[in-house]
């Protein structure tokens, strides 16, 4: 079974601070998204990779950013974290650019910026 | 980009009911799935279903891309059932990041 991994389930942080939300999937797969959910507007997608080193903007780039060293490992990274940052983050895998095959996610992580 | 509607956007059962939830989308697709967010925010795959019909227990899922849309059955609901159903997408031909609908609030009353 393919496994998606997020290092936190529940995370509190300081507006300012430089926080990373890490995402590991183990199953050798080219795409990687992280996606914010927020109550009333669905899944917006923040940024995605299709191999190392690669990345590209989503719908909500804007305060993110993201490194992909590795390909099992994507990782989003708020650069001075905002209250308007509070949210459900979620990451995602799926095979490879031009497959259709199915995503699979996270657990999720729940941030709050205080 | 494509677009997806999920109807209807919430739903309150009593355990044991049967319930059919609707996703339509805007242009032909090659890559459609189901997912369950559960309680404790996790998105649980259900289906992979860019057409034709499968079952899964008491969940079965049927996708008419002709006609642009998918239905996700639950039967016999359980108060395990409740969360948020979403589906999501990609257009043929577009682009490989899947678009998700607004999803569907499902609650089920013991």
């Known amino acids: 079974d393919v496994k998606v991994t997020q290092s936190s389930r529940y995370l509190v942080k300081r507006t300012g601070e430089k926080v990373f939300l890490e995402c590991v999937q183990d199953m050798d797969h080219e795409n990687m998204f992280w996606y914010r959910q927020d109550p009333g507007l669905g899944l917006r997608l923040i940024y995605f990779s299709y191999d190392v080193k690669m990345k590209e903007k989503g719908d909500i780039p804007e305060g993110y950013s993201v490194s992909r060293e590795k390909k099992e490992r994507f990782s989003l990274i708020l650069e001075s974290a905002s209250t308007n940052q509070t949210s459900m983050y979620l990451c995602a895998s799926s095979l490879a650019r031009f497959e259709n095959t199915e995503a699979f996610f996270g657990q999720g992580t729940r941030l709050t910026v205080v | 980009g494509i677009q997806v509607e999920q109807s209807p956007p919430d739903l309150i059962l009593q355990e044991g009911a049967n319930s059919t939830l609707r996703c339509n989308f805007s242009d032909s697709v090659n890559n459609l799935q189901w997912f369950h967010q559960n309680p404790w925010g996790q998105l649980i795959n259900l289906f992979y279903?860019?057409?034709g019909t499968k079952q899964n227990g008491r969940l079965s899922a049927t996708t008419v891309a002709t006609e642009r849309y998918s239905l996700l059955y639950i039967s016999s609901s359980q108060t395990t059932d409740s969360g948020v159903y979403f589906c999501?997408?990609?257009?043929?031909?577009?682009?490989?990041?899947?678009?998700f609908g607004r999803g569907t609030s499902l609650i089920v009353h013991p």
């Open positions: 279903i860019p057409s």
């Open positions: 999501a997408l990609r257009a043929s031909g577009g682009s490989y990041i899947p678009t």
